[in-house]
Nanobody, 123 residues
């Protein structure tokens, strides 16, 4: 399984940004794709997750109402639409894949990781 994240950049507070995660080689059933982020000096934290079927989505409290996760199975892409960005959203964002619903919000339950993409929100 390979994942490639893209779409990061430098924006101002209140702006929007759309991250994409291109997924290839995903063969296991009941896969989940998650987005995590890691700010300097902080631990990696959960942002959002979606089942590959698209039926189930999960969001961290800190991004609820602002971030929207979606997937396009035909294109094999999972997007993270980030609205009303805040300086505290500044981090390197990673997408990851796992099999099964258990531990959807826990980074060490994910088996496959893409490279990160930097998101910087200026005040």
């Amino acid at each position: 399984v390979q994942l490639q994240a893209s779409g990061g950049g430098l924006v101002q507070a209140g702006d929007s940004l759309r991250l994409s995660c291109a997924v290839s080689g995903l063969t296991f059933r009941n896969a989940y794709i998650g987005w995590f982020r890691q700010a300097p000096g902080k631990e990696r934290e959960f942002v959002s997750a979606i089942s590959w079927s698209g039926v189930s989505t999960y969001d961290a409290d800190s991004v609820k109402g602002r971030f929207i996760i979606s997937r396009d199975n035909a294109k094999k892409v999972v997007d993270l639409q980030m609205n009303s960005l805040k300086p505290e959203d500044t981090a390197v964002y990673y997408c990851a894949a796992k099999s099964g619903i258990a531990g959807w919000g826990t980074s060490d339950r994910y088996d496959y990781w893409g490279q990160g993409t930097q998101v910087t929100v200026s005040s």
